[in-house]
């Protein structure tokens, strides 16, 4: 009996293993919409968290959420969305992670000037970490020319997963709409595990009876 219940575990311990590795991209969206006219230094939604980091220095620079129809010179939107400017301390920056510490990947974004009209073009760095120790860049640069709106930017198949944070680094921006992914078990794969449990419960009775 003792041998039989080996065998059960080290069975299901490769069936979680399998589970583990096939998986799909669930996919979330960041809109800003929870907490219009917020202001600070660390903000989540979706399990997705903004930090601002401060290599150097004591004086802090604020990400805040704009509501839509409300400000003069800044970017027009319909909806909320987050901006950030680097005016009291050259060196921060605005990170992003999971609160679950999970890896993720980023798909698209909707980036501007957060000064409308926007006269001059200037890039967004994306700095991503990645879990295998390498790190990715996408460079973003707004339109300039005058622009008052948002602009949709796609990643780069490099950040489609496997993150564990990225670093945007730029003078400024405004943000809306990002779009993420996070591995998740496949439910077919999940729903074939619980099958698979099941009848061996049944077997595992039917020998002890």
Same mark, same amino acid.
């Given at each position: ?47 997705? &968290?903004?930090? =601002?980091? %401060? ?8 990400? *805040?959420?704009?509501?839509?129809? @409300? +400000? ?58 990645? &879990?295998?120790? =390498?790190? %990715? ?8 020319? *005058?622009?008052?709106?948002?602009? @949709? +930017? ?56």
């Amino acid at each position: 009996m003792k041998l039989q219940c080996v065998h059960f575990f080290k069975f299901l311990t490769t069936i979680c293993a399998v589970v583990w590795r096939t998986t799909t991209q669930g996919q979330g969206a960041i809109t800003f919409d929870a907490h219009p006219n917020w202001i600070g230094t660390y903000y989540t939604e979706s399990g997705m &968290a903004f930090q =601002l980091v %401060v290599p150097q220095g004591q004086s802090l620079d604020y990400m *805040g959420i704009v509501p839509p129809s @409300t +400000y003069q010179g800044v970017p027009q939107d319909n909806n909320p969305f987050m901006w950030w400017l680097r005016q009291n301390n050259p060196y921060d920056y605005v990170s992003l992670s999971l609160t679950s510490e999970a890896q993720f990947g980023l798909t698209s974004v909707q980036l501007a000037d957060p000064n409308s009209p926007s006269s001059l073009a200037f890039p967004i760095t994306f700095l991503g970490f990645k &879990a295998d120790g =390498l790190s %990715v860049t996408n460079v973003f640069t707004t339109p300039g020319g *005058g622009a008052t709106t948002f602009a @949709t +930017y796609v990643f780069s198949p490099l950040f489609a997963s496997g993150l564990t944070s990225v670093d945007i680094i730029a003078p400024r921006w405004a943000m809306d709409n990002l779009v993420f992914t996070v591995p998740e078990p496949s439910s077919v794969v999940l729903a074939g595990l619980g099958l698979v449990v099941l009848r061996v419960r049944v077997v595992w009775k039917r020998r002890r009876a």
